[in-house]
């Protein structure tokens, strides 16, 4: 049977050769005048292609001896070879690519991520570490959504990678993708306090950038419940713990509403913080507290004497009606029990 004969999905004898990591096979085809070793089959991938994919390095070298195979043929999706191997860890093949002058490395695939992008987000340190120590490997190239390695590695939480990624010359530690969250963003939301204590080392990271949403690490770790992470920012100079978002709501706020009681007394430890700062919607800590039912919450802004219980807000509610409207009664009497008391101890003033 000719040896350039396309039966299966576009695929030649040489294809299957190399696929199948049989070095001997391919290098006798390749002997042959008739044999074209760039034929891409019908999902746009050739025979390097899938020898890279599938780790099988002295096929890739024997293919790469070639003068008219090309290491930077693009196939489905966008992927090189190179892409292939680095997100499948093949060390030995990785290095066999970069090895070609002629090689790109910071070829993107249809998502617009690069090869290290995609050894970054299967976790292969190896990989990565070949890839960062190119002179010619961009390190902050982003997706389409504008995530960058360092933006990938700490969204899962791999502190190895981070850690290589931060040591790298150029990075970019404050590169933010389309929602506007940076890696700061991303661990402080994520409550991965080791990452957050790696960029936080750094002199160069800005804490309390606003994403999109209006909120910054602070506020992220204060929703979230993020107790080590809220820590770690507030011992910072360059934090504002009452810094509100686009809504208008604080970090104390939104810890207010979630019931995290270890953020909310974090943040009233701090004299920056206003116990009473509304939303735009007129609602503030106490209100969001009595309507999610979080009375712990309730009992600990009560501690302070300046919180005010008749706050009324855009729909004409207060902390003790929102209790009251969602079936919080105790919460509500004990609103009603306090504001009464207040009132008898400013009458006999």
């Given amino acids: ?10 695929r030649t004898p040489l294809f299957w050769a190399a696929e199948n990591g049989h070095e001997e096979v391919v290098r006798a085809l390749l002997e042959r005048n008739d044999v074209n070793p760039g034929t891409v089959d019908d999902y746009g991938r050739t025979p390097l292609f899938r020898a890279a994919e ?3 390095e002295e096929v890739v070298r024997a293919l790469l001896e070639r003068n008219d195979v090309n290491p930077n ?3 489905g999706y966008g992927r090189t070879p190179l892409y292939c191997a680095a997100g499948n860890g093949h060390e030995g093949v990785v290095r066999i690519l970069l090895e070609q002058k002629d090689v790109n490395p910071n070829t993107a695939d249809y998502r617009g991520r690069t090869p290290l992008s995609f050894a970054v987000r299967r976790g292969e340190k190896g990989v990565v570490k070949m890839l960062l120590e190119q002179s010619d490997v961009n390190p902050n190239t982003a997706d389409r959504r504008g995530r960058t390695p360092l933006s990938f590695a700490v969204g899962i939480g791999n502190e190895g ?15 933010a993708d389309k929602g506007g969250q940076t890696p700061l963003s991303w661990a402080a939301q994520d409550g991965d306090e080791e990452i957050v204590r790696m960029l936080l080392e750094r002199n160069d990271v800005n804490l309390d950038k606003v994403d999109k949403s209006g909120r910054t690490p602070l506020l992220w770790a204060a929703e979230c419940g993020r107790e080590g992470v809220v820590r770690m920012l507030l011992e910072r100079d360059g934090v504002n713990p009452g810094r509100a978002g686009m809504d ?27 116990p009473n700062a509304a939303d735009k919607h007129g609602r503030t800590p106490l ?10 919450v309730v009992k600990m802004l009560l501690e302070r004497n300046d ?6 807000d855009h729909f004409g509610q207060t902390a003790a009606s929102w209790a009251a409207e969602d079936g919080h009664d105790k919460i509500a009497e004990l609103l009603r029990d306090r504001a009464d008391s207040t ?7």
Avoid: K
């Fill in 343 to 349: 009132l008898r101890y400013a009458a006999s003033l």
């Fill in 161 to 175: 990678v981070v850690r290589m990624l931060l040591e790298r010359n150029g990075v970019d530690p404050n590169a």
């Fill in 248 to 274: 208008g709501r604080t970090p104390l706020s939104f810890a207010a509403q979630t019931g995290h009681e270890g953020v909310v007394r974090m943040l009233l430890e701090r004299s920056e913080v206003d």
């Fill in 287 to 296: 209100s969001w507290a009595a309507r999610c039912g979080n009375e712990r």
């Fill in 54 to 56: 599938n780790g099988h």
């Fill in 307 to 312: 919180v005010n219980l008749g706050a009324v």
């Fill in 73 to 75: 043929t693009v196939g």
């Fill in 1 to 10: 049977m000719p040896t350039h004969l396309q039966p299966v999905y576009g």
